[in-house]
Every structure is written in C-alpha cells, then in structure tokens.
C-alpha cells in the first residue's frame, strides 16, 4: 500500500486562499468518503482538522474546507494566516489488507 | 477533557524488545477504536495498527506485521504497543490517537507522543 501523494510544499501570502492535494486510488480515497486532513505543528502532535471528506470538528475555523473528486481530495485554507504554516497530512480508509493510509506531507509556508 | 498519555519509550539495540503503553482518560475507553502512528525523525507520519473498541479487530501496517502486536485493557484504560525484532527504521515518535465514534477516522485526539530510538 502506497502512501497517498501530495505536494511537497505549498505557500501564500497573508489573506490568500491555498489548496492542498492529495491523490489516492480507488481502494482509498476514491472509494470511501472517510478522507481526513490533520495539522501539525513543529513538535506538536497532529490535530484533526477535516474528516469525512468536508467535516470539520468542533473548534475548527471554518477558513478550513475540504472536498473531493475521483481519486483526489482537497483541502483549502482561505483568509491564510500566519498561524496556518505548519504540515498537513492527508489520511484515508483503505479496503486494502490494511486499514488506514496517509499522505506524503505537504508543508505550508506564509509568506 | 480527553487525555492520552504514552509511555515507555526509550532507546532499544536492534534486535531487541520495547512495550508502549497509552493511558486514557476523560473519555469512556471501551467504546472507542485506536490507533498507534509513529514519525521518523524529519519524516511524516505513517500509521501503524489499529484496534477496535473490544479488541476483537485488529490491522497492522505491512512495515510491522509480526512484530509487533496491539492490544488493549479496557479495565484499566490502557493501550499498548508490543514492539519486537525493533530495527533501526523503527526509530520514531509513537502516538497513540482515539478514533470517532460517529465516523471512520484515525485520530480526533492525540496523544505527546513518546521517542523510540532503536540503536547500538
């Protein structure tokens, strides 16, 4: 199983929108709506910030959103703040004999 | 408030033995799905096994399949990682993470992490 791939690196300036992919196959991503994105801080474990494709959990700004097409979600950041430069990871169920996968990482930089 | 806290990290030889433990509170234990995600140094993160509230499931990463073993005590709390055979690959921060009751997800708490370093 293969992780799902994703930009190394994505940036913006201060009020801008950003998008993040991340392209799976159709044993994960493009099979299940059960893609979730997580951000992580240097030193800081992860933190759920979208499931269920286009979820978000309580306390979340709603600057995040989430989407998917085929085998392909994404995650947008509108209104991009300074805070928001961290890593974000894409995971998916997978039907595969494992049961979860994630991205490779996409590093955010605010310009 | 939902805690999770790992232990029993540490530096290990290659070829040797190390068992994590994660001690849950603030939440009904036995009702939720876990997982264990571990990160090498400067990498991402790679998930590693998962089981189900009454421990009856249970998937392995193809990267730790037979040798390492999940397991849970729902009287005490607790999740645990038996990790053997450790290699140097292994080497990694190792998270413990609750599932959602309500969807089908890896983490909506996490835990420090605790630092495995596998090294002669």
């Known amino acids: 199983q293969s992780a799902l791939t994703q930009p190394a690196s994505v940036s913006g300036s201060p009020g801008q929108s950003i998008t993040i992919s991340c392209t799976g196959t159709s044993s994960d991503v493009g099979g299940y709506n059960y893609v979730s994105w997580y951000q992580q801080h240097p030193g800081k474990a992860p933190k759920l910030m979208i499931y269920d494709v286009s979820n978000r959990p309580s306390g979340v700004s709603n600057r995040f959103s989430g989407s998917k097409s085929g085998n392909t979600a994404s995650l947008t950041i509108s209104g991009l703040q300074a805070e928001d430069e961290a890593d974000y990871y894409c995971s998916s169920y997978t039907s595969s004999s494992i049961r979860y996968v994630f991205g490779t990482g996409t590093k955010v930089t605010v310009l | 408030e939902v805690q999770l806290v790992e232990s029993g990290g540490g530096l290990v030889q290659p070829g040797g033995s190390l068992r994590l433990s994660c001690a849950a509170s603030g939440f009904t234990f036995s009702s939720y799905e876990m997982n264990w995600v571990r990160q090498a140094p400067g990498k991402g993160l790679e998930w590693v096994s998962y089981i189900s509230s009454s421990g009856s499931t249970i998937y392995y990463a193809d990267s730790v399949k037979g040798r390492f073993t999940i397991s849970r005590d729902n009287a005490k709390n607790s999740l645990y990682l038996q990790m053997n055979s450790l290699r140097a690959e292994d080497t990694a921060v190792y998270y413990c993470?609750?599932?959602?009751?309500?969807?089908?997800?890896?983490?909506?708490?996490w835990g420090q992490g605790t630092l495995v370093t596998v090294s002669s």
């Open positions: 993470a609750r599932g959602e009751m309500t969807t089908v997800v890896i983490g909506g708490y």
